[in-house]
């Protein structure tokens, strides 16, 4: 019998906060993960980058995740996100120039980084299966903070060996051409949701 998949993505968006390093700890880690990696960094890599997202989420400003578990959703759904990492993301053809000022007030100044991480999981996997009681959100919670912190913090249950495709990628690459609140609002961004609470 055929693999069956299931897919878990989640995609938050953070002001770029000057000398917090958050931004260049995130693209540091993506530029230093080695080409090949065995099962073990792997898990290891998205355990930082877990941590590091808990800790940001008080300061998330819009965010989205999906799990699902119907084997062609799952696939195409990846293929998708994958393609996010293959072509040049983004919204704009010249820096936006680096952020100033009070990034929680927002304004022109405002810059934003977005960060994804994607799995092609095994659905009968039973990290995957805990997963996807973890994600059984009410539909009135989806979009809370302490939604996006309670999966997080559930994240690292999973097995690596569960997964079958990762995916993770940080825009921008260099916080010279963060995001604007004009950028996150084209059509290409409809679906990062305003986190709420």
């Known amino acids: 019998m055929a693999v069956q998949h299931a897919i878990f993505a989640m995609e938050l968006c953070f002001p770029i906060v000057p000398g917090s390093g958050t931004h260049a700890t995130l693209v540091s880690m993506l530029r230093e993960f080695p080409t090949r990696s065995t099962a073990d960094e792997k898990w290891r890599f998205y355990e930082r980058v877990r941590q590091i997202l808990l800790a940001e989420v008080p300061r998330a400003y819009k965010g989205c995740w999906d799990f699902f578990n119907e084997d062609e959703r799952a696939k195409n ?10 072509t040049r993301e983004g919204a704009r053809p010249s820096p936006s120039g680096r952020p100033e000022g009070d990034p929680f007030r927002g304004g022109p ?6 960060v994804t991480v994607a799995w092609l999981l095994v659905q ?45 990628y940080v825009i921008p690459g260099d ?23």
């Not at 759904?77 to 293959?86: H, K, P, V």
């Open 77 to 86: 759904d990846f293929e998708m996100w994958t393609n996010g990492m293959l």
């Open 109 to 114: 100044s405002s810059r934003f980084m977005t």
């Open 124 to 168: 009968s996997a039973p990290s995957t299966i805990d997963l996807s009681m973890t994600c059984n959100i009410p539909q009135s919670a989806l979009w809370h903070r302490s939604t996006f912190s309670y999966i997080l913090s559930r994240m690292g249950r999973v097995q690596f060996s569960a997964i079958k495709g990762d995916v993770f």
């Open 175 to 197: 916080d010279a051409w963060g995001l604007t609140e004009e950028d996150l609002r084209l059509e290409k961004f409809h679906y990062l949701r305003a986190i709420q609470g």
